[in-house]
């Protein structure tokens, strides 16, 4: 039977993509069958949480404990199993997610006001050459006025 005893991360990374939670000795310890067992950075260290479907993405990475001379592997999905690992895993994962969700739509805000405001101007330099083509005084004169007022 499994408990997870210790679970911290040695550090955390991120990117825009993925959280990457990198472990380390004696950062991470579990009970296996009433003995504690070390965590090992033999093959797998890190724990990576996909930041859109927030699901781990290296489930089938396998990590090592050991207990003196004993060695046992235990797989991510396997890990995925402990109510008390997801919870260790939300706690250390939590502030990344929320501070990306809050990034994401202030950028996106200003980019979509940057592209408005082109489009805009854009529109109005078609509006004042229609005017032109059409010798209509009276609207490339209204139409300039707007073009000083918002772009000179």
């Not at 994962?93 to 996106?108: F, H, N």
């Not at 009276?138 to 300039?144: D, G, I, N, V, W």
């Amino acid at each position: 039977m499994l408990n997870i005893k210790m679970l911290k991360p040695y550090y955390v990374k991120e990117d825009h993509r993925f959280i990457r939670v990198v472990l380390a000795y004696q950062y991470f310890s579990l009970f296996i069958d009433d003995e504690l067992y070390q965590f090992i950075p033999m093959e797998s260290r890190e724990i990576i949480i996909d930041r859109k479907s927030k699901r781990v993405h290296n489930v089938f990475d396998i990590f090592v404990f050991q207990r003196g001379k004993r060695i046992v592997y235990v797989s991510v999905a396997d890990l995925l199993k402990l109510p008390d690992f997801i919870t260790h895993l939300h706690a250390i994962t939590s502030p990344y997610e929320t501070k990306a969700v809050i990034a994401k739509p202030d950028q996106k805000n200003k980019e979509l006001e940057t592209v408005i405001d082109d489009l805009e101007k854009e529109n109005l330099r078609r509006l004042i050459n229609r005017a032109i083509d059409r010798a209509d005084k009276k609207a490339f004169t209204e139409l300039s006025d707007v073009w000083n007022e918002e772009y000179c």
